[in-house]
């Protein structure tokens, strides 16, 4: 038997109440509980019973047999490493990213891509010729991809049973609806019914399910988490959609690391794996340029090669503008303000802009060096000379700090013909020598300037 059963969920964070509240006291925001309808099954805990049922039982991890799990791989060298080496039969993949980033795009590429891959692609969010005629603009084979325009979940799982897929897409889980449940579908409620059943699903026939999530403004899946804890893999699309780069990167993997990223490229025909980042990502300059400096940078265990430009000039207002993109301005003002205090370069009264070529966010603290020493170049009209690159945190009292992975960044900038390292002296110890690129090391802000700029005056 079962009855109506009504609760208050917070829309942020899943919080469940008894009664309407104004304020989460989960995660304090304000005005987000909604009432919402669910159906509970009644009467659990009167015909409790203690004794085991069903076949699972405690055993030694020791007497665990595994066999190998077959991967399945998707086609695209960049998705399966992020994977760990490919899908796992039975696991649910989720996929967030903002509107435009081109998470539908992906997941309908990966489809086309493999003509032996049975793929039944669910959209609830456009009509069967809208993805025709993407999926047109795609190329590729069509015949194993299904496309079924549907958002009730049970009829998207009748027709999977029938179809019996070697892959389910699910674009996206926000527009789906469950019978079960009597709210919208988008709401919290439904979000984690239609979750649960598509992971039953997944599991019970062994069928991995690809899962496309919207995020919020905060940048966060859009939904309870629940939906993060119970899918396998997380798997985040960044970049700007006004820019080309994009970068997929596994957020949660429990069949692999989650250090590895994949870049793609935004072409007029899908997406284009970049596997080398670095040469994109650096403008040749006939002549050296004032303001621009090259930091060998690393995400997860990806190194790469990326051009910091600043633009430094006499402010026109009182207050000095501080502005950034794809590079956080506290830390610029921290930067400048080091820069000011600890090696008395003037910067108070200046105006700052700073950009990360190629659209990226960077968030590594290894490019702060360079960050440094291009806005010096803007101040002061000069260029850093050809063929240097840096890598280094710089702390508070002006001290050059070591970064990790130093040997792959040192072997990217030797790659990509760079001569000369800047980089901390703390890092000298681990730092292979390599006779194609020299490398200069200090301990003080101050010490690298003098380094560096002394050779040109
Ligand atoms: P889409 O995959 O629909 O993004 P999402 O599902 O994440 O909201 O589309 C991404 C954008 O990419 C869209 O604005 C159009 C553009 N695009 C291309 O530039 N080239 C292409 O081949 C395709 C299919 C889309
Ligand atoms: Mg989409």
């Known amino acids: 038997m079962s009855k109506i059963h009504k609760a208050y969920f917070c829309q942020s964070c899943g919080y469940e109440s008894v009664k309407w509240l104004g304020r989460c006291p989960s995660c304090g925001a304000w005005n987000t509980f909604v009432e919402e309808l669910l159906t509970k099954e009644s009467g ?6 203690f004794l085991p049922q069903g076949n699972a039982k405690p055993q030694p991890v020791d007497s665990i047999s595994i066999a190998p799990e ?6 695209s060298g960049e998705v399966d490493r992020i994977l760990g080496g490919g899908l796992v039969p039975g696991s649910m993949v ?8 081109g998470k539908s795009t992906l997941a309908l590429q990966l489809a086309l891509k493999n003509p032996l891959m049975k793929t039944l692609y669910v959209s609830g969010e456009e009509s069967a010729q809208q993805i025709k005629l993407r999926a047109d603009r795609l190329g590729g084979s069509g015949k194993s991809c299904y496309i079924l325009s549907e958002t009730l979940l049970e009829n998207i799982l009748a027709h999977a049973q ?6 389910i897409v699910i674009d996206s889980i926000q527009t789906l609806a469950s019978k079960r449940i009597e709210s919208s579908s988008g709401s919290i409620s439904q979000i984690r019914d239609c979750a649960a059943l598509l992971l039953k699903y997944a599991k019970e026939t062994g069928t991995p399910v690809l ?8 940048g966060v899946i859009a939904g309870p988490k629940v939906l993060e ?8 699309f960044e970049g700007d959609s006004q820019h080309i780069y994009r970068i997929l990167r596994a957020t949660k993997n429990r069949f692999g690391a989650t250090s590895e990223l994949g870049i793609f490229e935004m072409t007029g025909a899908g997406l284009r794996e970049v596997s080398n980042p670095s040469e994109m990502l650096i403008t040749h300059h006939d002549e050296p340029l004032s303001g621009v400096a090259i930091a060998s940078s690393v995400d997860g265990v990806r190194p790469f090669l990326i051009e910091i430009q600043a633009l430094v000039s006499t402010a026109v207002y009182g207050t000095p503008q501080r502005s950034t993109t794809g590079f956080d301005i506290r830390r610029l003002n921290m930067l400048l303000a080091v820069l000011e205090k600890r090696a008395g370069f003037r910067l108070a009264s200046k105006d700052v802009f700073l950009n990360i070529a190629g659209g990226l966010r960077v968030t590594d603290p290894a490019i702060d060096l360079a960050v440094a020493v291009a806005t010096l170049s803007s101040s002061f009209d000069l260029p850093i000379p050809a063929g240097c690159c840096f890598a280094a945190e710089v702390g508070l009292s002006g001290e050059v700090r070591p970064v990790a992975r130093i040997d792959q960044r040192i072997s990217e900038a030797e790659k990509l013909g760079f001569k000369k390292m800047f980089a901390s002296k703390y890092n000298q110890k681990g ?3 390599s006779d194609g690129i020299e490398l200069i090391f200090a301990g003080k802000i101050e010490e690298m300037l003098h380094k560096l700029f002394k050779q040109n005056g």
């Not at 077959?70 to 086609?75: A, C, I, S, V």
């Not at 899962?211 to 905060?218: E, F, L, Q, R, S």
């Open 44 to 49: 659990s805990g009167g015909g409790f019973s």
């Open 70 to 75: 077959p991967r399945m791989g998707l086609g």
């Open 94 to 101: 989720l996929i967030g990213g903002e509107p435009g980033i």
């Open 162 to 167: 029938e179809l019996k897929p070697n892959l």
């Open 211 to 218: 899962v496309i999530g919207h995020i919020t403004k905060d």
């Open 229 to 236: 804890h119970i899918v396998d893999v997380v798997m985040q």
């Open 431 to 433: 730092a292979k020598k």
